[in-house]
C-alpha cells in the first residue's frame, strides 16, 4: 500500500530495520547520516558520510546492510551504520537511489551534477554500476515496480515522466495527463498496480503503467513532495 503526505517542505530521508524497529537511520543536509539504536532518543554520527543525504534504505536481506547516498556519492555500510565506506564507481551528487523488491541485488541510481543527471545501475547491491545515460531529459526520481526489477519509471524536472521494460536501457514517455506546463515531479512510486506522482500542480494517478493520467488532488502552491506513513493515497482522494 502506497502512503502519503501532500507537503510543503523537504524532510531528510529516514529509515527503520524491519527486525529492530529501534534501529533508525536518517540522513541529514549537513551531517552525514545519524543512527539511532533506542527509537530516536539518542543519535550518533561519524566522518565517514558528509554533506546532504537524499535517500536511506536497509537492505531486506541483511539489515546491517546500508546504503545512503547524497551530495559526496554513494555509501555503504554493513554493520549496521558504525562504518561507513563510500563508491567510486558513481561520481557526483545522488539525488535518488531505489532497490527492486524482486531483486536485491539491484539497485539503481539518479547520479550527476546540476542539469546533468545520469541513470545507473548495479547488479551487485552497489559494489560496481554500469552508466545508462539519458542525461537529455535530466531525470530526478525513481520507481521501480515491485514485481519486475526491469520496469522502472523516471521523473524529470521538466513535468516529464518515463517508463523503462529493459532496466533503463531505452526509454519512453508516459506523461499523457500530467501539467503541460514545465513544474518539476518531486516523487513518483508505484505499487505494482497503479504508479503515483507528486507535482507542484498536485497529485497525480496512473493505473495503466503511465500511459495516462489523472489529478487525484490539485495543490497550488506545493514546493516539494514527501511520503509519509501518516496519510493514505485513499484519504488524499476525499
Known amino acids: 500500500m502506497i502512503w502519503v503526505l501532500a507537503v510543503i517542505m523537504i524532510l531528510p530521508p529516514f529509515a527503520i530495520d524491519s527486525t529492530n524497529n529501534q534501529k533508525i537511520y536518517a540522513g541529514s543536509f549537513y551531517g552525514g547520516v545519524y543512527v539511532s539504536a533506542d527509537g530516536g532518543s539518542t543519535w550518533s554520527t561519524n566522518s565517514q558520510t558528509t554533506n546532504s543525504i537524499f535517500q536511506i534504505i536497509v537492505d531486506p536481506d541483511d539489515t546491517d546492510e546500508i546504503y545512503?547516498?547524497?551530495?559526496?556519492?554513494?555509501?555503504?555500510?554493513?554493520?549496521?551504520?558504525?562504518?561507513?565506506?563510500?563508491?567510486?564507481?558513481?561520481?557526483?551528487?545522488?539525488?535518488?537511489?531505489?532497490?527492486?523488491?524482486?531483486?536485491h541485488d539491484i539497485l539503481y541510481a539518479m547520479a550527476g551534477s546540476t542539469s546533468n543527471y545520469e541513470l545507473y545501475k548495479s547488479a551487485d547491491r552497489g559494489t560496481s554500476w554500469s552508466n545508462l545515460g539519458h542525461t537529455n531529459i535530466d531525470p530526478q526520481k525513481i520507481a521501480v515496480d515491485p514485481s519486475d526489477s526491469d520496469t522502472i519509471y523516471l521523473a524529470t524536472s521538466s513535468s516529464s515522466a518515463y517508463k523503462s521494460t529493459d532496466g533503463g536501457v531505452s526509454i519512453s514517455q508516459a506523461n499523457t495527463g500530467l501539467p503541460s506546463n514545465p513544474t518539476t515531479i518531486w516523487r513518483i512510486q508505484t505499487d505494482g498496480s497503479n504508479l503515483f506522482a507528486v507535482t507542484r500542480s498536485g497529485l497525480f494517478k496512473s493505473s495503466d503503467g503511465g500511459i495516462n493520467w489523472q489529478v487525484l488532488k490539485s495543490l497550488s502552491g506545493i514546493t516539494r513532495g514527501v511520503f509519509s506513513e501518516s496519510k493514505r493515497w485513499e484519504d488524499l482522494r476525499t
Open 68 to 103: 545512503a547516498a547524497g551530495e559526496n556519492g554513494f555509501y555503504i555500510s554493513t554493520d549496521g551504520g558504525a562504518n561507513w565506506s563510500p563508491s567510486g564507481a558513481i561520481s557526483g551528487s545522488i539525488l535518488d537511489l531505489a532497490q527492486s523488491a524482486s531483486s
